[in-house]
Every structure is written in structure tokens, then in C-alpha cells.
């Protein structure tokens, strides 16, 4: 059995460190979750990104995600509108990691943070870095539509 990719994006072309200073920047979408690659997945990130025209990022795991966050800032830091237009959903199971990490000086890199889970939250009342939450798919995208247009 071949193992699965730890990362999948979705959307139009995959950006590169070239990407970022020619285009204007679009909204991402990071979905740090294990059901991110489960079956029914793609529906969902096709869904995201064709209803809010966004690029969505798929993780396996906080694990993940932060090694490529360390491996992608590493050498400079994001310019600023590029993070402003970034939305990250964690799963319950991941949104500990993830928020030690953000809390060692990271802030900055989720200034749109929704925890997905049926006690979700229970961990929005523990980090002011939590925008909100969603107990369930359908409810994450009412809240990444209210989201990007609150941002508009």
C-alpha cells in the first residue's frame, strides 16, 4: 500500500515562492484534518473552492502543516496581504498542536483560525487566536462565506 501525500492543494495552480510576487493574492483556505484525504474529501474541497473562489490546502495533520510553514517562512517572512488572506480549519483533534505552535510567536500566521468539531467550543474558550467554530461541514461553510465577506 503507497502512502498517502501529506498535503493536496486545490484550486487553480499550486503557488510557488515565484507566485507571490506576480499575482495578486487570492484567499487560501488551510484544512488541517486526517478526513482531508478520506474519500468524500475532494466534493468538499472542490465545494469550498468553487462556491468562495478560493484555493483550499489540504494537511494530515498540525504536524504537517507546521513543517511547512517552517519550511515556507523560513527564509523571509510572508508579506503581509498574502497571511491577511488566509483561513485556517483545523479539526478538533489537530487544534492543540496547531495553537502551541501559533502561541510561540506565530500569531500572525492565522489571523482567521475555525475549529471544526462537535466541541469545538470548548477550545474557543481557551485561545483568543479562535475566530470561530463549526460542529459540522455544513456549518463551516456558512462560516467561511460570513468570514470572507466580513473581509471584503
Known amino acids: ?14 503557488n510557488t515562492r515565484q507566485d507571490d510576487h506576480h499575482r495578486p493574492t487570492a484567499w487560501t483556505v488551510i484544512w488541517i484534518d486526517e478526513v482531508a484525504f478520506k474519500s468524500d474529501a475532494k ?10 473562489k ?9 504536524e504537517k502543516c507546521i513543517r511547512a510553514f517552517d519550511k515556507r517562512y523560513k527564509e ?10 488566509q483561513i485556517i480549519v483545523v479539526s478538533e483533534g489537530n487544534a492543540e498542536e496547531l495553537l502551541d505552535y501559533l502561541h ?3 500569531e500572525w500566521l492565522a489571523p ?5 468539531g462537535p466541541t469545538s467550543g470548548q477550545l474557543r474558550r481557551r485561545s483568543k487566536l479562535v ?3 463549526a460542529r459540522n461541514w455544513d456549518q463551516l461553510m456558512g462560516v467561511v462565506g460570513r468570514t470572507l465577506r466580513e473581509a471584503s
Open 43 to 52: 466534493a468538499k474541497k472542490d465545494g469550498l473552492s468553487e462556491r468562495f
Open 104 to 106: 510561540r510567536g506565530k
Open 1 to 14: 500500500m503507497s502512502a498517502s501525500p501529506s498535503s493536496v492543494v486545490f484550486g487553480n495552480s499550486p
Open 131 to 133: 475566530s470561530a467554530t
Open 112 to 116: 482567521k483560525l475555525i475549529i471544526l
Open 54 to 62: 478560493v484555493r483550499v490546502k489540504a494537511y494530515k495533520s498540525s
Open 76 to 85: 523571509r517572512p510572508p508579506s503581509y496581504g498574502h497571511v491577511q488572506k
